[in-house]
């Protein structure tokens, strides 16, 4: 994976001695709150219901074993000893005090962490395929292109003030696990006519109150160009995106008003004037990048592997687990291994200081000390053994990180909702751990198969709702918390918006509710139809009116 | 107003007039865009100086053929978070190659300086006077910087890649 050199380091080190200065001026008197609250953001800092909340940037979505366990450090020495991994593949600590955030910046910048951009109308943290670089099905690893984002956008001091912020993402894969139609742009890897691997770049997708699928403005992108189309595209959204209206100013909104044509016009105009300049990118620039990027020391593996048989045949909860939480790996003889941050009970995405350490220290033992955060909000073990599968299961259950949902009902995404933010109209967490109690019984979970739930606090959706195979989405009427329900969302490359299904529901409701729509599916399921796809072959209309006749 | 202009506070000479205003007998002025479009050739006929203030909504484009006539561009902050400037300085400097006083104005705060000057300001006309004094703070924050502006500053790529060259040249 990437490492700094000196130069990536200078730049992280002044940043955290220009906000040590700055909190030095704050505390003293000299800067007002007025004052210092964007330059806070612009570390991450937010103010939020109870205390500071801190946002780390994991770019891509890819962890060092030495970060995550500098993450441990962190939740232990500066929080209430956990951290909350998000749907953009960061991660977020809920506790923060004002005058400890210089040294807890100094000792993230000792393992090449930051704040910076992960707040404030400028390029976020450019998110990625979370099996980037180990997928059987990948047609490149897609972080070499994001970490050369990742340099062009630090800093960059025409975009730093945008109409609103920005989110990039990448899938080196057909099979899409980025989102990336739902970002302001999405790039997806593919190859031309002539075989040559490039980009198809889409934009204007998004959620919030205005959900949007992104358009195709490039079919194919050639990778020199990358820089030059990112820099047309921005240009372009920081001259004519709204500035009026808050809830108006993403670029979603400026590519349906004025259109994709006349949208990827402009881009094309402005990008011939650019394209040849200084942002192209040599073969040898990409070269540099993609040596960081080296697959790791694979070794040779048996073809059979008689422990791990045995342990299936013996042990259904490892075979249940094996069967979910695996994805194929594109070296024989290794395995990507999910760890779920969805056990029964508990809060998606939460991790303990002592956790984040055990799963460091698999990842030295078992994954070539590499991590992945997903934006389902669980961790990755990307190049584990077969033969080792055994061990890494016992471990992780050890501290209840092997429940085998992944992709199922109970890995759900939610937000961190009225519990912490300041925004949020309902609470979202309480409402995914009362149905991960509802639907604890693991044979039933199995057989309702791959189902996505997302539940978000506010309609600014950070929890996704709107790409949920069923979305939630809290709502506050008369000062109680009521949840609306939308069904067949998707995220992935059939990327779909939910439809809303009626009246919002009380919170005491809402588990029935989404039991209700299981029975209906499991009524009218057709084969080995999933959830979604029987909702788009029937609609809305049948679950509707099941849930509404009851209600 | 204080004016701040490569880095040291001096005296501003320029006048902004604003639409509709008689323009003083003589000395250099600024006008708005407007303005330059309906009177240039009598503004260029002064002899003292003449430069424009643009909307962050106007084209910069509008004044490409006479910015060597031009002694100051004047762009707007209207609020520090509105970056269209930004882009329009940019452009001013790279695309049309403009070598005169890029001059900001508006809601300029210290912590953007550096954001500015990466762009092509070279003066800034500040309602806050710590603007002026932690110039070489805000501006030395940073030593290096990775994307390309037509500022002068080499980016990190190009020392990587004079670093590795002369790393070939060494092992040779």
């Known amino acids: 994976m990437y490492a700094y050199d000196e130069y990536d380091q200078a730049i992280v080190d002044q940043r955290v001695a220009q906000f040590r200065d700055q909190v030095r001026r704050r505390i003293a008197g000299e800067l007002s709150e007025d004052e210092f ?83 404030g109308n ?64 999405g790039l997806r890897m593919h190859r031309d006519a002539a075989g040559e691997i490039g980009f198809e770049v889409m934009v204007g997708g998004g959620q919030g109150r205005t959900p949007m699928i992104a358009k195709t403005i490039r079919e194919f992108l050639p990778k020199e160009h990358l820089l030059s189309y990112l820099e047309a595209i921005l240009r372009v959204y920081n001259q004519f995106g709204r500035r009026d209206n808050l809830f108006k100013a993403r670029i979603k909104i400026l590519v349906h008003e004025i259109g994709v044509e006349k949208m990827r016009a402009a881009v094309e105009d402005e990008w011939q004037q650019i394209k040849d300049g200084p942002l192209v990118l040599p073969q040898a620039t990409i070269d540099a990048i993609a040596a960081h990027f080296a697959p790791p020391d694979y070794r040779p593996q ?135 109690h509802r639907f604890s019984d693991l044979a039933r979970v199995h057989d309702i198969g791959e189902l996505q739930i997302k539940i978000s606090g506010c309609i600014n959706a950070c929890g996704h709702h709107h790409v949920g195979h069923i979305g939630i989405l809290g709502v506050e009427k008369n000062g109680e918390e009521f949840y609306q329900i939308t069904l067949g969302g998707s995220a992935d490359q059939d990327a779909s918006i939910g439809t809303i299904l009626g009246p919002a529901l009380s919170s005491n409701a809402v588990i029935d509710a989404v039991d209700n729509l299981i029975g209906t599916y499991l009524d009218i399921r057709q084969g080995g139809e999933t959830f979604l796809r029987t909702v788009r072959r029937v609609g809305v209309a049948p679950f509707k009116e099941r849930l509404y006749a009851t209600a | 107003m204080p004016l701040l202009k490569n880095g040291k506070e001096v005296e501003d000479p320029w006048h902004l007039a604003v639409d509709g205003d008689t323009l003083p007998a003589d000395g250099p002025v600024i006008v708005f865009l407007p303005r330059w479009k309906a009177e240039r050739e009598a503004l260029l006929r002064r002899n003292s100086g003449v430069g424009v203030r643009l909307k962050n909504t106007d084209k910069v484009a509008e004044l490409a053929d006479d910015l060597d006539r031009l002694g100051v561009v004047a762009l707007e902050f209207p609020k520090f978070s509105d970056g269209r400037a930004y882009t329009q300085a940019r452009l001013l400097r790279e695309r049309y190659a403009y070598r005169g006083e890029l001059r900001a104005t508006g809601n300029v705060l210290p912590d953007q300086l550096l954001f500015m000057h990466r762009c092509g300001f070279d003066a800034f006309e500040a309602t806050d006077s710590r603007v002026l004094r932690n110039w070489e703070n805000v501006v030395g924050a940073f030593s290096l910087f990775y994307q390309p502006t037509g500022d002068g500053r080499a980016t990190v790529t190009n020392l990587r890649h004079t670093r590795a060259a002369s790393d070939n040249e060494g092992s040779r």
């Open chain 1, 37 to 119: 609250r964007p330059l806070r953001l612009q570390n991450g800092l937010y103010l939020q219901l109870h205390a500071y909340m801190l946002r780390i940037a994991v770019p891509y979505g890819t962890l060092s074993s030495a970060q995550l366990r500098q993450l441990g450090h962190i939740a232990r020495r500066y929080d209430r000893n956990y951290g909350h991994f998000t749907t953009r593949q960061n991660i977020q600590f809920n506790w923060i005090k004002l005058e400890e955030m210089p040294d807890l910046l100094a000792d993230l910048a000792r393992v090449q962490m930051h704040g910076i951009q992960t707040s």
């Open chain 1, 122 to 185: 400028c390029i976020r943290n450019i998110t990625a395929d979370q099996y980037a670089g180990a997928a059987a099905d990948e047609i490149e690893d897609g972080r070499v292109y994001c970490e050369i984002m990742r340099q062009w956008s630090t800093f960059h001091p025409e975009f730093s003030f945008l109409p609103r912020k920005f989110k990039i993402a990448l899938t080196g894969s057909p099979n899409d696990r980025a989102a990336v139609r739902v970002h302001d742009i």
């Open chain 1, 302 to 436: 048996p073809a059979d592997q008689p422990e791990v048989d045995l342990l299936r045949r013996g042990d259904a909860e490892f075979a249940l687990w094996e069967k979910t939480n695996l994805f194929p790996h594109k070296v024989p003889g290794y395995a990507i291994v999910n760890a779920s941050l969805k056990p029964e009970g508990l809060a998606p995405g939460d991790a303990t200081a002592e956790q984040m350490e055990i799963v460091a220290d698999l990842a030295d033992r078992y994954s070539f000390s590499e991590v992945r955060v997903t934006h389902a909000q669980n961790l990755v073990l990307p190049h584990v053994a077969v033969k080792d599968l055994p061990e890494v299961w016992r471990r992780l259950r050890e501290i209840g990180f092997a429940t085998p949902n992944l992709g199922l009902i109970t890995d759900i995404i939610a937000c961190p909702g009225l519990d912490y933010c300041s925004l949020a109209n309902a609470r979202s967490i309480p409402v995914a751990q009362r149905l991960t």
